[in-house]
């Protein structure tokens, strides 16, 4: 089994940063071995793909809307991936969550089998 936990949601100014965080829990399986990806999910909205990065992160995808504002990254030494946002907009307002285990390159949220619990991403205009 593999516990997934996301941190570092919170409040931002739009034109902010954050950064978002992945891992898992103690006692659980590591990530590292797993393609992670990253989704969020709007009220009222479907949950949509972000980014994603290969296990060893020689490979990186991306939403268009999220290109060349969002870097996806990963460090296995220390089991983790990192969501690093700049240029923040309020449609970027979502829960984001993360997700380990899908085929490369895979970018549908369907064939992702771990799940995180989500984080909260509030842009203010």
């Known amino acids: 089994q593999v516990h997934v936990v996301e941190s570092g949601g919170g409040l931002v100014q739009a034109g902010g940063s954050l950064r978002l965080s992945c891992t898992t829990s103690a006692r659980t399986l590591s990530i590292n071995p797993y393609r992670v990806g990253w989704f969020r999910q709007a009220p009222g909205k479907e949950r949509e793909f972000v980014a994603a990065?290969?296990?060893?992160?020689?490979?990186?995808d991306y939403a268009d809307s999220v290109k060349g504002r969002f870097t996806i990254s990963r460090d296995n030494a220390e089991s983790m991936v990192y969501l690093q946002m700049n240029s923040l907009k309020p449609e970027d307002t979502a829960v984001y969550y993360c997700?380990?285990?899908?085929?490369?390159?895979?970018?549908?949220?369907?064939?992702?089998?771990?799940w995180g619990q989500g984080t909260q991403v509030t842009v203010l205009s």
């Open positions: 990065i290969s296990a060893y992160g020689r490979n990186t």
């Open positions: 997700a380990a285990n899908a085929p490369p390159r895979s970018v549908s949220r369907t064939q992702f089998a771990y």
